[in-house]
């Protein structure tokens, strides 16, 4: 399933996945046979894979002829794409998506080939050993599209009030495929609006941007549980044919900053959420449909708002399923608890500069991502980590200047970033990995940032809190790692975090039990994170009741 909505009408596109593909790992005992595997998959979760680290060869066979696109949504961690036995394409970092045209293919058969490579090393800055797990395969669609010689290649709507009105521009990206200039029309239409332009010259080989700006008299806004959804329609037209096309969906919402709240349509909102890794023992970080689906609405029956998507850009399926539903989302680039030495990687920079060029403009129209965050607890108590702080958050801005921007700290009294990023954020474990009690932590900590930091005055976030539990582990002592600690400790710590007048809200750490790399187990019984409120099979914890009860007690927004 590539989108839950149709994005073209005139393009003609379809999914190379959701199909049997021949896997063939390339190292260890099994190399150069040939396994069917049914993608999008994680070789992990094939049978003799469930350790495999190396390459692997995902090979399928397809017809087509002419300009075609070829649309690879994620490969982990690394890819190279061949078709017909030639290099085209390769590409870095599991999460993000990326394509290739390729120019007068001759019509008939051809035969595809992505080789995977899951492998650590000093050439890969983000992909590391880390507190989640490091699949590898095709874990998201692979979409072939047929172009013509002027497609539209990307589609921007922003929306903003203006004197209780809602307007929004309009940026539309339009490409020529040719050798030589053309001229076409060019339409954007959105909520019964239409602007056109109607002779409009594409140098060849480069691309055209045109932005329009639209006033409208009767919409209905974006809300948390209330999400009301608008087409935008993108249409080339040349010598009266209408010859490419691009649909998206947006909603009418605004975020903005005033002094220390988070204003969504103008009301002060609270933040009830979970950090969610997309991890399951089936499937891997490949989950289909119907298990992000099942995930969300049990997120929804906790009485969340909002979902932290960690540590990584998510499928583009859960962030339209949070569009459809009104949860607001945490996005972020692929970082997580990098060191001082890791982040002077020569690599790291361009790597995490890269997630945040493909991240924002692919996922730019969705209502649910109210805030960009970067680097999850990374080096920002040092100047070079400063730096680099710098160099993205001036990066997100150049992308997008309507959503506030965020890094989930966890350098106590310590963190010297607070100045650049418009929310900050702490993840903190009192009751866990010390036993000082959360609201005395808390305040301590608050009055910090307020009195000796750059970051006084902003908004507050707690975006990791929580408690580890095995599923099933219960005793009358209470003990740590028992399912009656984890709801005890988690009672007291949301209570703090809720009833403190200086936050904007909390995220627990985390949905659900997640596998972490074999390397990382330390510390980690099962080889598993076990701080979710269920288990990896979604089963509920004593906790699960615990959470619905509090988040159901508070308010979406504060008065």
Not at 23 to 35: A, K, L, S
Not at 148 to 168: D, F, M, S
Not at 511 to 537: L, Q
């Amino acid at each position: 399933m590539i989108r839950t909505f149709t994005t073209h009408e005139i393009r003609k596109q379809q999914e190379l996945t959701g199909s049997l593909w021949e896997f063939i790992p390339c190292q260890g005992e099994h190399e150069g046979r040939i396994f069917q595997a049914a993608t999008p998959c994680c070789w992990e979760n094939l049978s003799d894979f469930a350790d495999y680290r190396g390459e692997g060869i995902f090979r399928k066979k397809f017809h087509a002829g002419g300009t075609i696109r070829l649309e690879f949504k994620g490969v982990s961690h690394t890819a190279k794409i061949s078709l017909d036995g030639k290099e085209i394409a390769s590409h870095y970092n599991a999460y993000t998506a990326f394509s290739v045209i390729i120019k007068d293919l001759e019509a008939g058969e051809h035969t595809l080939e992505i080789r995977a490579d899951n492998r650590f090393g000093s050439e890969s800055a983000l992909h590391i050993p880390n507190d989640y797990m490091s699949y590898g395969g095709v874990s998201r669609p692979v979409v072939l599209e047929q172009l013509g010689e002027l497609y539209i290649r990307q589609l921007h709507i922003t929306p903003h009030l203006e004197n209780g009105k809602w307007k929004a521009r309009a940026e539309v990206v339009a490409v020529n495929l040719t050798e030589k200039d053309q001229t076409a029309a060019v339409s954007i239409s959105i909520a019964d609006r239409t602007h056109r332009w109607e002779s409009v010259t594409i140098r060849a080989n480069e691309e055209t941007t045109l932005c329009g700006d639209f006033a409208f008299d009767q919409v209905e806004t974006w809300e948390i549980g209330q999400p009301n959804l608008y087409d935008a329609k993108a249409e080339l037209e040349k010598d009266g044919c209408r010859i490419d096309d691009l649909i998206d969906r947006f909603g009418f919402r605004e975020i903005r900053i005033d002094r220390n709240k988070i204003l969504l349509n103008g009301r002060a909102v609270r933040i009830k959420g979970f950090c969610r890794h997309e991890d399951h023992p089936q499937f891997g970080c490949a989950l289909p449909y119907a298990a992000i689906a099942a995930d969300i609405e049990m997120i929804r029956h906790l009485g969340a708002n909002s979902i932290r998507a960690v540590h990584y850009p998510d499928d583009e399926i859960f962030l339209d399923l949070c569009d459809e539903q009104g949860i607001l989302v945490w996005e972020e680039n692929h970082a997580r608890g990098l060191s001082l030495e890791d982040m002077q990687n020569p690599n790291f920079e361009p790597q995490a500069e890269a997630v945040i060029r493909e991240m924002i403009p692919l996922h730019y129209n969705h209502p649910c991502i109210y805030i960009w965050g970067i680097l999850n607890e990374c080096a920002s108590d040092s100047a070079y980590g400063k730096e680099c702080y710098e160099k993205q958050y001036d990066l997100i801005r150049s992308l997008d200047t309507s959503r506030p921007r965020s890094s989930a700290s966890c350098k106590f009294k310590a963190d010297i970033c607070f100045g650049l990023p418009e929310v900050v954020s702490y993840n903190i474990y009192p009751l866990w990995y010390h036993d000082t009690p959360p609201a005395e932590y808390l305040d301590d900590l608050y009055q910090w940032v307020q009195k000796e930091t750059e970051g006084g005055g902003k908004p507050f976030l707690i975006t990791e809190i929580g408690a580890g539990a095995i599923y099933g582990c219960r005793n009358s002592r209470h003990a740590k790692w028992t399912e009656e600690y984890q709801a005890q400790a988690l009672e007291t710590q949301l209570a703090a975090v809720l009833e403190h007048t200086g936050c904007s809200g909390v995220y627990i750490w985390q949905f659900c039990d997640v596998r972490v790399s074999d390397e990382w187990f330390a510390g980690r019984p099962r080889t598993m994170n076990n701080k979710g409120v269920v288990d990896e099979y979604r089963r509920q914890k004593l906790s699960y009741d615990v959470v619905k009860r509090i988040f159901g007690s508070y308010a979406d927004y504060f008065d």
